[in-house]
């Protein structure tokens, strides 16, 4: 468990201390631990009792609250102020752009229990006569709701894959499955998945279900079974008919007429492109994006995969908010196999997430001067995550810009715009001399939260004016450069960069997303800019300033 998810649950409590009506102290008494946590240095579930308390502001019941979240994922208190809120209410404290207050105030003005009775409200224009809202705040939340609501029973790949790959394992196990394999959008790797689809060679019968029925998490309504929220669909073949059935359930319908496959029995897919005259095609490409001369153009050697990268870039360190010191992030990612790694943490604009400011940039320098001596077979390049604020600049000057190795600029703040003020903002920080990556061009948190409209092209095509490389984001949540953008990013020149903007030490296996996605937009090793060595990373740089 992260810092960030266990400090929730002392930010949920405190929210539905507020929505019943507790003391302002004790609320603020609540948020306030909720931060000293997200800010604790190091793991805190790896921490003993001594340690704890011997972090200033942790007092004997705030470690209490944490040992029982290690064990059970809350605390007693949590668990009977849950226990009285409508489930629909805890579900509204989870919608970004809804706080306490105005939940408060529409449960108990109007009786809304749950989003979809506020969506209504939204509808019937009931919210605008409220204390405290009016036509632009109905307008948010309404769109809030709506993309909220359209996201129900998906899920993010990057966080159900270890999930899903344990029920294979449980369903791999059951007498009548002699083997059982991923398909559909999940073999895919799509971002987003809408239901989790399994190919079997064994028997469609009761006992099957009855044993699906007996593990953990599964759940069945009418006829279709779910797991975790996620529907489950299941297709039994004949093992001669395996490889073409894999095939054609794992792709889109357009990419299967492209082809012309539908009957070759086969023994493996790749004996079934081989049949038709053509190269054997990655799943995660069968999308219906290519035609056949664009797929055949393809070299799969070439197509990136996680042991081309070289390097690993946008990390954070204690020094903002990260979980883990700059030494550690350090030996992590040179435990990894990586040949350099670059610190960017936030910049002072940043003020919520501890953003450096001049003195504490500088004393961070010193520290990777540092690092470098201490390990000289890794190379630590000192960067920043600086804010594009609202006229597109940056918030250092160039004399701090041009001091550092890497400068990743991204939008953190103001994200309510039209397309023409994202656009314009994001050209003008691309069009800084000082910058050498944009970050996670669109603000975009799948299935949390809409990104800013931006028009992709001349965003991309400014980066290619100006030798930018465009990060593909790759926490599970971002995924952003969306992949088919990565299309003509490729087309127009522009290095792609497979960024973690890891947090912690485990955040940087976060790589690995970006990579599923890449592969879809079929990014090469030589299009990827931290798949060059170190020696040809340090060279882009100073060809760049």
């Known amino acids: 468990m992260t810092n960030k998810a266990l400090a929730n649950a002392f930010s949920l409590y405190a929210q539905l201390m507020e929505l019943h009506g507790e003391s302002d102290f004790r609320v603020k008494s609540y948020q306030s631990t909720y931060r000293l946590i997200r800010n604790i240095e190091g793991t805190i579930i790896e921490k003993t009792d001594e340690e704890l308390a011997s972090i200033p502001r942790v007092g004997k019941s705030t470690i209490e609250k944490i040992n029982q979240i290690k064990m059970t994922g809350s605390f007693q208190e949590l668990d009977e102020i849950v226990a009285k809120t409508p489930a629909g209410i805890v579900e509204l404290l989870g919608i970004k752009g809804l706080g306490a207050k105005k939940i408060k105030a529409v449960w108990e003005t109007l009786g809304i229990t749950s989003p979809g009775e506020l969506l209504y409200a939204c509808k019937e224009n009931r919210l605008v006569d409220l204390k405290g809202f009016g036509e632009k705040t109905q307008a948010k939340i309404k769109e809030q709701l709506s993309y909220f609501l359209e996201s129900k029973g998906k899920v993010l790949y990057g966080h159900f894959e270890s999930k899903a790959e344990l029920l294979k394992d449980h369903i791999s196990q059951f007498a009548s499955v002699e083997r059982i394999e991923f398909t559909g959008e999940f073999r895919r790797k799509m971002p987003i998945v809408n239901h989790l689809e399994f190919i079997l060679i064994g028997e469609d019968t009761p006992d099957f279900y009855r044993a699906l029925e007996a593990l953990d998490n599964i759940e069945k309504n009418n006829e279709d079974y779910y797991y975790e929220s996620l529907r489950l669909d299941f297709l039994f073949v004949d093992s001669n008919a395996f490889a073409l059935e894999w095939l054609i359930s794992s792709s889109d319908e357009s990419f299967l007429q492209e082809y012309g496959i539908e009957d070759q029995m086969l023994e493996t897919e790749e004996e079934i492109f081989e049949d038709v005259g053509a190269a054997y095609v990655i799943p995660e490409m069968r999308d219906g994006r290519y035609t056949i001369d664009e797929l055949d153009a393809f070299n799969l050697n070439d197509i990136i995969d996680r042991k081309s990268l070289k390097g690993v870039v946008h990390n954070h360190s204690t020094y903002s908010d990260g979980t883990h010191s700059l ?219």
Not at 360 to 365: F, I, K, M, P, V
């Open 327 to 545: 030494e550690e992030m350090t030996l992590a990612a040179k435990n990894l196999g990586y040949e350099y790694m670059v610190i960017s943490d936030h910049s002072k604009a940043a003020f919520y997430a501890n953003g450096l400011n001049e003195d504490r940039l500088q004393l961070q320098a010193n520290e990777v001067a540092q690092l470098n001596e201490k390990y000289p077979d890794f190379s630590l390049f000192h960067g920043i995550e600086a804010d594009i604020l609202y006229d597109g600049s940056l918030d250092y000057n160039d004399a701090i810009l041009g001091s550092l190795d890497v400068v990743i600029a991204s939008i953190h703040s103001t994200l309510t715009m039209d397309i023409e003020k994202a656009t314009s903002r994001l050209i003008k920080a691309v069009e800084n001399p000082n910058t050498d990556i944009l970050g996670h061009p669109t603000g975009r948190l799948l299935l949390s939260r809409k990104g800013y409209p931006i028009d992709h092209e001349k965003v991309i095509d400014a980066c290619a004016a100006n030798g930018v490389a465009i990060e593909l984001n790759a926490n599970p949540y971002r995924l952003d450069l969306d992949w088919e953008w990565i299309i003509y990013a490729l087309q127009a020149g522009v290095y792609i960069s497979i960024n973690p903007d890891a947090h912690s030490i485990e955040g940087l296996e976060d790589v690995q997303y970006g990579i599923h996605v890449a592969r879809k937009a079929g990014l090469t090793v030589q299009e990827c800019l931290n798949a060059m060595n170190v020696d040809d990373f340090k060279a882009w740089l100073k060809a760049r300033h």
